[in-house]
């Protein structure tokens, strides 16, 4: 018999917090919930197996039980590895970006029964920017993929009009306008150049 209060999603680690001595709140972007935030307890000690899995920009697949106010991850593996992005500080810094723009864009899953919305769509163009940004060869490709990406996520999230196409400076003015604070990855993009 499988517990209603065990389920596994599918999902992108955004960011991560830590708390406490050895624990860590994470945010992921799922297929299927959409953006979750969920409790690794225990993840910073030396002999956690879980820590790998949640880096920043990993593709992955978690086994959550529900908790009072954060799900708990009880089982995590990686689901795609984003090899090269690791280890190139520039494409470090664009997959920052495309965790910057989800994380601040789309609305969080609501804990305890609430309802999110999936963005399965949004999901699959994120795995894909981050394969492209993985596989490509030069900085002008990079930036030409979080440009198209952030432009899609816009349009799907129905921030701009499909009808309206934003020139690529005016992307980051026009994200900060709608989140109403600062951007923070951009500013290491621009040192990085």
């Not at 106010?69 to 280890?87: H, M, R």
């Not at 993929?145 to 996520?153: K, Q, V």
Request: glycine share 6%; charged share 25%.
């Amino acid at each position: 018999m499988i517990s209603s209060h065990i389920y596994t999603v599918h999902g992108i680690v955004l960011k991560r917090r830590n708390v406490g001595e050895a624990d860590r709140i994470v945010s992921i972007f799922t297929k299927e919930y959409g953006k979750i935030r969920v409790i690794a307890k225990g993840i910073r000690r030396i002999t956690s197996r879980r820590a790998a899995h949640l880096e920043v920009f990993r593709n992955v697949t978690v086994t959550l039980h529900k908790g009072k106010t954060l799900d708990i991850v009880t089982e995590v593996q990686s689901a795609a590895l984003f090899d090269t992005i690791s280890s190139h500080v520039q494409k470090i810094s664009f997959a920052y970006y495309l965790c910057e723009l989800i994380d601040r864009l789309l609305p969080e899953h609501l804990p305890a029964g609430g309802h999110g919305q999936e963005h399965a769509d949004i999901f699959r163009l994120a795995v894909d920017a981050f394969h492209s940004l993985d596989r490509g060869a030069s900085a002008l490709a990079w930036q030409q993929e979080i440009f198209t990406f952030a432009l899609e996520l816009l349009w799907i999230l129905g921030y701009l009009p499909r009808t309206i196409t934003l020139k690529e400076e005016h992307i980051q003015p026009y994200v900060e306008r709608i989140i109403e604070k600062k951007l923070r990855t951009p500013k290491i993009l621009h040192q990085l150049e």
